[in-house]
């Protein structure tokens, strides 16, 4: 046993944390190790006071006795592995406490279970505006990886059975050593399943699994809207080596409407009024999702006044009030027009041209405006 001051030789003070003490101790280890430093006894000796210290110090009781009594505290059990016969009995159990994040965990490995969750799938859904507010019922055509029905599943011929792999004893990893450090890698033979197939089975060649294209029923709740996405548990890929199917996910997308755009759960639409009916005032019939519906439109009506019809537009699919109806009047410029329409539209000019700052009140204000402006820059 050294007689050197443990916390001297690793470089740490006693108030140290376990943490610390297991870094000073890594950097000292690899810096020292005999397999860095080969033909240098030097070297060979203070990584086995290194080691030694570390044993203790990285121990709860010894180290509380180390503290109290000192090397005496210590005598016949800090040290043990490193007592005149070298430090081989000991280097693995540390190494692996202290190395077992980089190289897999340090003893020997655990057994790792083969069986694998199947992938999850998505399905994009085109849906109508319609289908989208009232939900529907659609038929979707899924090509996926199912369990092979001749063998279950298993990958191997039916009458025989997967044996446990030879090279890494059903780890499914095996361990390659290179000096000092022990790299852990998937099973070259198996792959990472831990079994072999030595007779597999002809439907799926030992795949356990088949391509196959399923057909599923899914009901879509009222309200959806584009980026919404159904789940379905279990509808997925199947799973490896029994494992559990993963699920399939609908990802809906609702089509442009030709009359209505949707915000939320509020619908828009534009309808265009005649000029006199925007002038004297009228009714008008403004299609919902739920029929035709009486708009009474006032006089003087302005393009682009918003009109709000509550209670016909969406009820939302997570619950709550349901949406409005904005409609939008557009005023439409009469076209076509022949010459009697013409000459009656001049005719109307002229019988308001006197009164134009009263009849169009937002017109003489803008050109109003725009002399002001003029005038200010001379």
Known sequence: MSKKDYYELLGVSRDSSDRDIKKAYRRLAMKYHPDRNPDNPEAEEKFKEFSEAYEVLSDAQKKAAYDQFGHAGVQGQGGGGFHGGGFEGNFSDIFGDVFGDIFGGGGGGQRRSSVQRGADLRYNLDL?????????????????????DTCDGSGAKPGTSPRTCSTCGGVGQVRMQQGFFSVQQTCPTCHGRGKVIPDPCTACHGHGRVEKVK???????????????????????AGGNGGPAGDLYVQVSVREHPIFQRDGKHLFCEVPISFVDAALGGELDVPTLDGRVKLKIPSETQSGKLFRLRGKGIAPVRGGSTGDLMVRAIVETPVNLNSRQKELLREF?????????????????????VKKFFEDMT
């Not at 109508?128 to 092979?148: D, F, M, N, Q, W």
């Not at 599923?216 to 809207?225: E, F, M, N, S, Y």
């Not at 009164?355 to 803008?366: A, D, I, L, Q, T």
């Open 349 to 369: 000019q002229d019988a308001t041209e006197e009164g134009k700052g009263k009849h169009s009140p937002k017109r003489h204000g803008f050109f109003d405006s």
């Open 215 to 237: 057909t599923l029923q899914v009901k879509i709740p009222a309200g959806v809207d584009t980026g919404d996405r159904i789940r379905l548990a279990g509808e997925g890929e």
């Open 128 to 148: 109508s505006l319609e289908e989208a507010v009232r939900g529907c019922e659609k038929s979707l055509r899924v090509p996926t990886l199912v369990a092979c």
